[in-house]
Every structure is written in structure tokens, then in C-alpha cells.
């Protein structure tokens, strides 16, 4: 099976500027989370999405939202990005108790 | 709360012997555990995980760990390391008791490993 993909990889934007981040999770997973992984806070729970619903969301503010479509595939969106959302975002299917995860999207903010 | 402590930021062995990667957690309930490796610009990569059953737990490329519930420890082993082992270890866990159904892991800081020649 392919893996969890990402899309984009790489991704530059200003400050004020919203973004949004794609994930297609492992064929027949129907979990997906969203992680942000920084130098200073390390690795932080987004939210889990399972069945098109969130059944989980992290300690963001609501600028940070998500969806995920009937097929799994999800997205992620920032609004108003700042500075501080520069960070690499790691999606991740779940099977069973496992998560598996996506080479992530880097998101550099100016 | 949960929590997950990896006490030490870097680590360094000669190739050919062995590594450990130590992991504390600490959780209400009784905690799936979970290790990853990073290698640079890359995702996280599943090694091995215990849910329930014996306490050392084999995983991918060589890599075990034992789960101790008496230190709440889950430390990653492998008996002889190789130069391309060298990457980013993270450990996380999961407490099934106040997490409910999601899958929402909590992570350590990582540990860096690094395997000299």
C-alpha cells in the first residue's frame, strides 16, 4: 500500500495570509490526525478527524481548523498565519492502535 | 495529566555496540507506548509499540523495547548499533482511560542518537 501523502511539501507565505495543507491517509484508514512539530514546543496534537467528524482537537487557537471528505482525505487550514506557525505539519493514519505518518508539509512564515 | 519524558537530549554509542534510548511516561491508566525515529526533512517512522501482553517488544531494524510498569519506563534497546541508526527518537504514549476512542498521542521531547564509526 502507499503511505500517508502530503501535499504540499513546502510552503512560504506572510504573515496575515491563510494556508491550507492536504493529507491522503493510507488506503482503508479511516483516522487521521494532524501534529505540529517545532524546535521549541516539540511534537503538539491538532485534531482527529474519523468518518468526515472531529472527534478530538488539540490546545490551538481556532485559527487553526480542519475537514476531512468522505473519501478520508483531510485538510488543514491556518488563517492569519503568524510568525509562530512556521513549523513542519505531520499528518498521520491510524490502523488499529498505530498511526502512521506523512513526510509532512514545512511551512515557513514571513 | 499524561506526560512523556525522554531525560536525555543526545546520545552517542560506537557502531557495533549496543544503545539504549530511555522513556518514562507518566499516565492515569494502563498506557499504549509508542517509538518513532525522524531522519532529517522526513516523517516520523513507526518502530514498534506495546498495547498489552509480554513486556519486551520487538520492532522494526532490530530495534526492542521493555515496557516496566513498576518505573513507568519503556526504553528503546538494540543490541548493536549501526551508523545509519543515527536520527531523532521520539516516544509517545497514549492512555486509552482519558483519551477514549481518538488516537491523540502525546509526545517526548526526542532523543538524538548518534552512532559514531
Known sequence: KAGVTQ???????????????????????????????TPGQGLQFLFEYFSETQRNKGNFPGRFSGRQFSNSRSEMNVSTLELGDSALYLCASKERETQYFGPGTRLLVL | ??????????????????????????????????????YPNRGLQFLLKYITGDNLVKGSYGFEAEFNKSQTSFHLKKPSALVSD????????????????????????????????
Open chain 2, 86 to 117: 543515527s536520527a531523532l527518537y521520539f516516544c509517545a504514549v497514549r492512555d486509552p482511560k482519558s483519551s477514549g476512542n481518538t488516537g491523540k498521542l502525546i509526545f517526548g521531547q526526542g532523543t538524538t542518537l548518534q552512532v559514531k564509526p
Open chain 2, 1 to 38: 495529566a499524561q506526560s512523556v519524558a525522554q531525560p536525555e537530549d543526545q546520545v552517542k554509542v560506537a557502531e557495533g555496540n549496543p544503545l539504549t534510548v530511555k522513556c518514562t511516561y507518566s499516565v492515569s491508566g494502563n498506557p499504549y507506548l509508542f517509538w518513532y525515529v525522524q
Open chain 1, 7 to 37: 501535499t504540499p511539501r513546502y510552503l512560504i507565505k506572510t504573515r496575515g495570509q491563510q494556508v491550507t495543507l492536504s493529507c491522503s491517509p493510507i488506503s482503508g484508514h479511516r483516522s487521521v490526525s494532524w501534529y505540529q512539530q
